[in-house]
């Protein structure tokens, strides 16, 4: 765990309502797909955690969705401000599992933190499969990016406007794989849980104070003991999940 | 050279600051960080004599300068705290620690403290009569004069280390509760917990905390914090320990001049963890700025 400054070198609205910041600074300390950084704001108390997309060089990529005064604010931040950005946080998935054909599994803002896992698992000379679900077309981001990897792309819309009509796990029935890794809404990651019959390892949001195990403010139950979704996870194992 | 020490109890400290209970753990994943043997003291996470998860969540909303939690106490359990918490504090934390205890019963209170008094490490016994997140105990003997005089008692009786009494902003007179510890033999009170509060969410139109209520803690809280600290010290001859919004060293002479003989920093190491070594490095500038020598002679300098 780093807290260091990075420069915003830029910040790109890629969907409706969604962002993309790419920031150059420390990124040593991020070790695996799946972890989060927190960042800190003028003007608001607490950092906000935001999942890591993708760590080059000395480059970080993260993707955010506008959902309150704190995003409102990022959204509006320009190229060249330093920011506060506390790194290396939580457990990450851990790829070793994945097995040859993973599958990944990320519902809107739930998409970005697969993105490194697969240019990961692809690296390791996977055979990758990608279901991105969004409500709609406008919502659509980073399709071009799992493809540009050589992985094997569906997308899904609760509308129809782009890809399979429906959910994520409509598209399930069109793809054969050894192990998943998800990230999404609740409500989606339980429909996940119920709908594959393989492994796999699920990422969770919660409201969080310090995001580095001190505050135990986003504590969960799982049948592995009580977990800080920030330090033990936010990756949890299917066979763990309490729901 | 300027002198950090203060005396609170009759244990002395390398500085005042001291890591406030909630924020801080057991310390040790602290010490990842940094060498937690810099700090004064610290106050690890409230204990309890069973374990407790704690309240569902959200605990956790953000105010403007602070925050509300209702993370409800969420402890292991006197004995694993012993069994498995403090060894691993003790590994990386060689001074005397205070022990932050919970109940929901005088006797809770009492058979925490005797399984603790034992435990090695412990230099004083902070004693939280003040928690606003849990319901049947915590802040109801914290919020009655009476109340709090009994526990105080109870505890006194079974264990000879300093007890330090952690009192609640939500009431009427915490004079009045700061003098009937005393009565009760308290060495000090600590003050203050957070205050109750509230966050409601305009999308769902529901409170955002799943308790409804949390404590409010940060930057926000410290001007009643120092008035209460300075109230305080008016009325009692024990020492005071005193927090709220603590976020610099400058905040740490102003509640020394309010009152207070040793600080807690709380919320501020949630936002920044390096947040308690900070303010102890800074220390030294802020005292030659305020032409201070010892942060001993300031205390209550403000009366």
Redesign the interface.
């Known amino acids: ?1 780093k ?1 260091t400054y990075f420069t915003l070198l830029s910040n790109k609205e890629i969907a409706k309502n969604t962002y993309e910041w790419v920031l150059e600074g420390d990124v040593s300390d991020i070790t695996a797909p799946g972890q989060f950084v927190n960042i ?1 704001l003028d003007g ?4 906000r955690p935001i999942s890591v997309a993708d760590i080059e060089g000395d480059k970080l990529t993260i993707v955010y969705k506008v959902v309150g005064e ?1 995003t409102e604010k990022m959204a509006s931040m320009k190229a060249g401000e330093e920011l506060l950005v ?1 790194t290396g946080l939580g457990n990450g998935y851990d790829l070793a599992p994945s097995g040859d054909m993973p599958l990944l599994i990320g519902g809107g803002a739930g998409v970005p933190p697969m993105y490194l896992a697969a240019r990961r698992l692809r690296e390791a000379g996977k055979s990758v499969s990608v279901i991105l679900g969004f409500g709609s077309s406008d919502e659509v981001f980073y399709k071009e990016r799992f493809e540009a990897l050589g992985c094997k792309v569906l997308v899904t819309t609760v509308d129809g406007t782009s890809g399979i009509k429906g959910f994520v796990t409509d598209a399930l029935g069109d793809v054969d794989y050894t192990y998943f890794y998800t990230c999404g809404p609740e409500p989606m990651l339980r429909a996940v849980y119920n709908a594959t019959e393989t492994s796999g390892q699920f990422s969770f949001e ?5 995001g ?10 799982t049948k592995y003991g ?1 977990k800080r979704i920030c ?1 033990d996870g936010p990756v949890l194992v299917k066979e763990e999940i309490i729901w | 050279m300027v002198n950090t020490k203060v005396s609170l109890c009759g244990i002395e400290l390398d500085n005042p600051v001291i890591p406030a209970s ?4 057991f310390g040790y ?2 010490a ?2 940094y060498d937690i043997n810099i700090l004064g003291s610290l106050s690890f ?1 409230g204990t309890t004599l069973e374990p407790r ?2 309240n569902p ?11 509300l ?1 209702a ?1 409800g106490l ?1 402890n292991p359990g006197v004995e694993r705290v012993i069994a498995e918490e403090l060894p691993k504090l003790r590994a990386v934390f060689s001074k005397p620690a205070m022990a932050n205890v919970s109940g929901f019963s005088v006797e809770e209170y009492v058979r925490t403290v005797e399984r603790l008094d034992t435990a090695p490490g412990i230099g004083w016994f902070e004693i939280n009569i003040s928690c606003p997140n849990v319901h049947g105990g915590g802040m109801s003997f914290g919020t009655d004069p009476k109340s709090a005089e009994t526990v105080t008692r109870a505890v006194r009786e079974v264990t000879k280390k300093p007890i330090i009494i952690k009192l609640s902003p939500n009431v009427t007179d915490i004079v009045s509760i700061a003098k009937a510890c005393e009565a009760g033999g308290a060495d000090g009170v600590s003050l203050i917990n957070t205050l109750m509060g509230m966050r409601i969410d305009l999308k769902s139109r529901k409170p ?1 905390i799943k308790n409804k209520t949390g404590g409010l803690s ?2 926000a809280i410290k001007p009643v914090a120092v008035r209460m600290v300075y109230q305080v010290f008016e009325a009692v001859g024990i020492p005071i320990v005193g927090m709220g919004g603590i976020s610099t060293a400058e905040d740490v002479i102003e509640f020394m001049l309010a009152g207070a003989t040793a600080v807690e920093v709380g ?1 501020h ?6 947040a308690s070594k900070k303010i102890i490095e800074d220390l030294p500038r802020a005292m030659e700025k305020y032409r201070i020598n010892s942060l001993t002679e300031i205390i209550g300098g403000a009366h």
């Open positions: 765990m807290d800190k608001f108390y607490l950092r704190g506390l919660e409201r969080m104070g310090c580095f195990g001190a505050c135990m403010g986003c504590t969960c139950k009580n330090r | 909630g924020t801080f753990g994943e602290f990842e960080l996470k998860f704690g969540t959200p605990r956790i909303a953000e105010t403007h300068s602070g925050m939690n993370v969420q955002v940060g930057p919320a190491n949630l936002v920044d963890p390096f």
